[in-house]
T-cell receptor
Framework: ETGVTQTPRHLVMGMTNKKSLKCEQH?????MYWYKQSAKKPLELMFV???????ENNSVPSRFSPECPNSSHLFLHLHTLQPEDSALYLC???????????????FGQGTRLTVV | AQTVTQSQPEMSVQEAETVTLSCTYD???????LFWYKQPPSRQMILVIR??????QNATENRFSVNFQKAAKSFSLKISDSQLGDTAMYFC????????????????FGKGTKLSVKP
């Protein structure tokens, strides 16, 4: 247990559904991230939030919408997904980069998403 | 563009033996960090070891050590006295060291090596 909790662990949704993934950390970190892990592909960074402000959007389609209401919570809202969006979605957090040598990211256990 | 290559999709090792996982990377950056992460069947990505590029000394963490060759852009992981619990996917990752406003958090991962430790 690294202190980063993701819910749900598994999610099956239809292409017309709207669902949300949740990530929570109580490590006092100020940066949070969403990664996508697809089979046989490297992990892909999707979004980065620093102090609740989005600082990275790695050309992610608009059907993925992140939300960071505070430094402890991060959501990924899903809408009109495609079957190719099926993947493991990992959340991570790290200390803010003001202490820039502190670069360790702590990951959650991920949400296994299946789009049918 | 930065890339990370792990040329061994799968490896196996006998319990108590030593195994080395390969990783090479491509970058024009001079300052950066390198990591090995472990992802067991529980799916949680766990940091195994990290290396700062400005440090010449190879990082070690108990049974885990790295061979960091900056000129060759190579960063291999050696696991000594392998244990059954070491069975997992191992990912090599790279992160550039940036100033404020840079791409903080952009860990660039390789595709992973699936390691099986056999009894």
């Amino acid at each position: 247990e690294t202190g980063v909790t993701q819910t749900p662990r598994h999610l099956v949704m239809g292409m017309t559904n709207k669902k949300s993934l949740k990530c929570e950390q109580h490590l006092g970190h100020n940066a949070m991230y969403w990664y996508k892990q697809s089979a046989k592909k490297p992990l892909e960074l999707m979004f980065v939030y620093n102090f609740k402000e989005q600082t990275e959007n790695n050309s992610v389609p608009s059907r993925f919408s992140p939300e960071c209401p505070n430094s402890s919570h991060l959501f990924l809202h899903l809408h009109t997904l495609q079957p190719e969006d099926s993947a493991l979605y990992l959340c991570a957090s790290s200390q803010d980069w003001v202490g820039r040598r502190n670069t360790e990211a702590f990951f959650g256990q991920g949400t296994r998403l299946t789009v049918v | 563009a930065q890339t990370v290559t792990q040329s061994q999709p799968e490896m196996s090792v006998q319990e108590a033996e030593t195994v080395t996982l390969s990783c090479t990377y491509d970058t024009s950056e001079n300052n950066y960090y390198l990591f090995w992460y472990k992802q067991p069947p529980s799916r949680q990505m766990i940091l195994v070891i990290r290396q700062e590029a400005y440090k010449q000394q190879n990082a070690t963490e108990n049974r885990f050590s790295v061979n960091f060759q900056k000129a060759a852009k190579s960063f291999s992981l050696k696991i000594s006295d392998s244990q059954l619990g070491d069975t997992a996917m191992y990912f090599c990752a790279f992160m550039p060291d940036r100033n404020y406003g840079g791409s903080q958090g952009n860990l660039i991962f390789g595709k992973g090596t699936k390691l099986s430790v056999k009894p």
